[in-house]
């Protein structure tokens, strides 16, 4: 992940992780002495006036207004960040700001044409620069822009503002910009700085039947941002994005209250300064906010220790057509009826903007270490995963691979590090392929993160490479591990790279109980496969999985696709028919409709099955009392 | 690869087959010792988990599911588990292969001086093949082909051997076991062994299932079992079983395996070894027990000429394709896999529609043989003389007349879809007789006349002449109509929906073509166990037999009307010719349950009664078909009778009491007359 932020997985070998943790420890103790009477560190309070608008920046925070300043208006990330084949035709990471980055990949080419048919001679480049004029003029409602302006919020109808807004990152989406084609996109861009502001804005947009769809950080994989194309009303995109603050941190009840806005690494960063963390780190926690997680029910790769994000959240408080609805305080757990938040969490922006949540925090931990598992096949990697959820002494993190996502992670080694020690690589490879008979053809690798004071890692260590022994698993050493989390960073930015060649891809998820894993597993890609074949698909795709979180009661599985569509009149209609019938495949064997990615429009047509007619129809009267007037007018889930 | 449709209503015409290959003509040239040695390495299922038979009985009894049940059993019963698992041990032990290629060498040897000897050649779609090495290379394959006699899984197993292809586990019925030494030979060769009945025995469902599945799962072999569940006797397609096709359609339906390919083979003999022997059984002489020395007792069969065989290997179908768009597989998300469940109506009737396309596809690829017309103009011939049973009228019919019509059936067959081996380039009147020589025992010729060989039949029982009862030489003119009706039956499933059609139209009181519909309809609802009929599949099949009468412009079907063209008489009187013999069957069969049947009538009781009924008709020549004597017809009526309500059984009386709807039976039998008009609620609208 970014070098900037800290949270992450990408600092240097678990003694550089030492350093930095005996440090913030240092930080932790700091505030400890300090004679604050009880432990409340307040650090903002008051909304953020008019006058500062360039704090959020000032203060180290990552995304601006203008998001198009340092962010891609087309593609994933960092506008400085991005895959290439250079001139040699070796596969180059740009920028600064990865591990990654500056690197060679010289095995990427190889691998890149192998297994897509794919040549670095046949180019689809995008569009240099967004058009303005390919851009629908706005849609305003003059009423409610002038009462607006009296508000003084922030706001913009600027094309590009408007543009960067339309979309989260669905291959259709990013396709369609890549092509400079824009459909529905929103009449304005509104940006509050604090709850009030949201507030007003609502309340204005009630009274002038304006629609309003909230936007956090932008990374939605669900069509959740896309404008329905029936909306005819003026569609204002608020963008929660200044709303970034750390209001307070609660250290006796190891809580913070948080403003929504705030992207997930400017959160751990800045939680780290005090010594503490949330834990959440999603894949997309560079750019995604908090307000995005409550509302799609997001999950982070460390949830075994910290929890997923309804584990994390204590109170939450959203503003509705209806008015603010939240809890009256932060007990811990409640018997109140059905709780509240669970109206909130998952709601993807269809009834109200939230706008802070109050978030259980942790120290820092003290030593952090990475790990790997090498397994002869996928069944016994299942059977370990299966195991070490039995026994629940899951790590922070545990992740397997299958082995084409191994082979992946091979090609993708660079070629001079000092982490990536290729020769003493090279010669565990042999290891495991020579010696212990491995198939290199079926081996599948898991990657391991441990977390807590070192003594006690160490010892969970070596329980969960005592179970991985039962189960064939040798031990594949740190820098395995660590690469294997390093990719699901710079993993987006590669869709990108496939773009520009004719290839295109996707990653999709679902939770699944433990004796359906290894079913779901071969029949979804075999699906995949075929239903490529059957589009015309002229080379096999890849088709490629993970088992990326362990619960008592079953797994979360990621599935990655991709394809080259040389020869496809229309590859992204031969792409969604592939992702349905994908998704279809999933459910028949006992999948669910997501995980954690949630349902957006892309996964609307299957809610109703999902949880059933009253269900279906109880969502809808909390959405008829709470936005009569569909002022929220998204139009996703339901 | 696997084919979508598993039968297609196009025109029957364009249907593409493949070419056959002898494979007999290489082992007459070459040594069977050799071919028995060979080397053997067939393409395996690319997910094959490696395991042997004792491997395999391990994995089936430390199973979730049978688990399960043993718990459940204990549970239930107070039985201790160990002793519920020792039975279910033996149970495996009882049912379990023990397939060797040793045996199967053994097989390859002998049985290719066994075909040599019987068969002229054994012809093979070799595309066919093909197609099946590859789908089973990529999914588990269940091997389904038609039944018609014992040969049927030694010949596969055979054929399989020959071309390298995966050797089959074979679910065989007890029945073999009987035949110690055989039994043990076939246990050998792959076949294991369910018992024929197992009702309410949870422990042997479960054992049974699960080996099957665990065979599937991990791609052990093929797995071949018969849809139709036995021989049948009269080769008409025999209404499938489904306990077997549920067990192996279930892996796929819980997601356990991405496809499961079953290959519908479709095997046609020219001549049935056990040709008479099926006639007597039909007709009331006991089956013979499946003994060692009856089957090697048949020394008179090696000595004659059975022809040849053809076995047609089908388009593998893929269930998940069949299973497309037709269930939901989410219903199996709710309770944990290995607990056994009833199959839900919706998964119910999914394998029966999809076991009814199977078989059809098995009845399309089936080989006729010129014979197969002959026997069916010569029969109708037949009771057409019977009806005009003037003595003084010569019998049979003139060779050449013969040879006319059966150029115009075989046109006709042709045009309906048929896979008739006609040899064009023959001489018809060659074709002609060299069809009757090779049937010597059914047809005579006689002064340039050919009828069926009735009467040396009769003479034939072997007592002087006197002392033969008339019921005893009925009999055994019975004996050779059944044979002859057995042949003419592999030719009914081309002619049935233009049979159903005409017949309704005849039996339909105007032209309308409601009316006719209507009439249709009932026909095909009565029918429905006596033909392969896919349920639920009535508006098409009226449509693909009003398409074909077109066609052949026998009929003119317009908006309303349903008329027969001046040419198409021909074609219509003979296709209600065909069907007549079930007419009259079904009415005779109603008429006896209104007038003779008593109160203490039972299933046991029926066949017989209704057999002593039916003689005294043909005796007095009320009847003129001496086939409706075939219990699998009577068996038939009954079953149609049963499921329409108009019998019952009545629970608490003597087991399988009968209790009979007299009006119902007599207004189906009055409607199947077409005395009476069909009613409407009976049939949906066109
Ligand atoms: C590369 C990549 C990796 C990812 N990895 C993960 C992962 O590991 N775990 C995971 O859970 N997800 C992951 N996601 C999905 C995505 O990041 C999550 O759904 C995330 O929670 C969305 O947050 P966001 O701030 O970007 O929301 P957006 O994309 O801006 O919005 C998502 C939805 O939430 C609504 N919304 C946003 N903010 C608010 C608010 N304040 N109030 C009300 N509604 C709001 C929007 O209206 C929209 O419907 C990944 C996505 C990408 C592209």
Redesign the pocket.
Known sequence: MASNSSGGGGEGGSSDRQRIAQQRLRIIAGHLQRPADDGLIVLAAECKGQNNKTEASSEGRTVPRRRQEIMKWNG?GYSDSKFLFNKKGQAEFTGKRYRLSGMIMPALKDWFEGTFGASLQHKTPATPVLTSSAVQPPTLNEAFVEELKSTGISFSHNAEDRVFRAH??CLHEIFALREGKFGRVPDMVVWPNCHNDVVKIVELACKHNVCL??????????S??ECPPEETRSIVSLD?SQMNRILWIDEKNLTAHVE??I?GQDLERLLNESGYCTGHE???ME???L??????R????KKNIYGNIEDLVVHIK?VTPRGVIEKSCQGPRMSTGPDIHHFIMG???TL????EVTMKIRPVPEYQKYGSVVFPNFEQGVACLREVAKQRCAPASIRLMDNEQFKFGHALKPQVSSIFTSFLEGLKKLYITKFKGFDPNRLCVATLLFEGDREKVLQHEKQVYDIAAKFGGLAAGEDNGQRGYMLTFV??YLRDLGMDYYVIGESFETSVPWDRVLDICRNVKARIVRECKDKGVQFPPLSTCRVTQTYDAGACVYFYFAFNYRGLSDPVHAYEQVEHAAREEILANGGSLSH???V?KLRKEWMRETVSNVGMGMLKSVKEYVDPQNIFG?R?LL | MASKAVYTHRDPMLKKRDDFEDILEERRSSSDLRYALKCYTPVLYKGLTPCNASLLKGMVLQSDQLHYVISQMSKGTGRATDDIQEEAMAILDEMAHSLQLSTIRFFAFTLSKVFKTLFRSICVNEEGIQRLQQAIHEHPVVLLPSHRSYMDFLLMSYLLYTYDLALPVIAAGMDFMGMKFVGEMLRMSGAFFIRRSFGGDKLYWAVFSEYVKTMLKIGFAPVEFFLEGTRSRTSKSLTPKLGLLNIVMDPFLKGEVFDVNLVPISISYERILEESLYARELLGVPKPKESTSGLFKARKVLSEDYGSIHVYFGQPVSVRSLAQGKVNRCQFSLVPRHIPKRPSEEIHSFVNDSAYKLVRAQEENMVLKPWVLLVSLLLQNHHQNQGSADAGQRKGVALDELTAQALWLRDLSREYGAFLHWPDHTPPSEVVSSSLSLHQGLVRICEGRVHLAVEQAAAGVGQPQGTVTPEEELLSQAVVILSCVSYRNQALHVFLRPALLASAIHTASSNNKQEVFNSFSFLRNMFSNEFILCPGATVQDFEEACYLLMKTGALQVTQQEVLVTESGHRTVAFLTNMLDPFLQGYQVVCRFLCEEATDSLTEKLFIPAVRKFIIKLLLEGRLRYAEVLSSDLQKNVLAALLRLGAVQKVKGAAPGTLKINTVMVNSLEDTLGGKLPTQKTVSARL
């Open positions: 994933w989260g990152h769809m909230p936007y956090g950080g932008g990374t939605s994989v669900s959740a941002l929660t929504a806005g992207v999603p894949d997309s750019f995604s906010s307000g995005g997680w409550v509302a799609t997001a999950s982070g790769m959203m709601s993807e922006g109200g903007v939230v706008t993993i987006a954690h990615h949630g957006g998204n996703n």
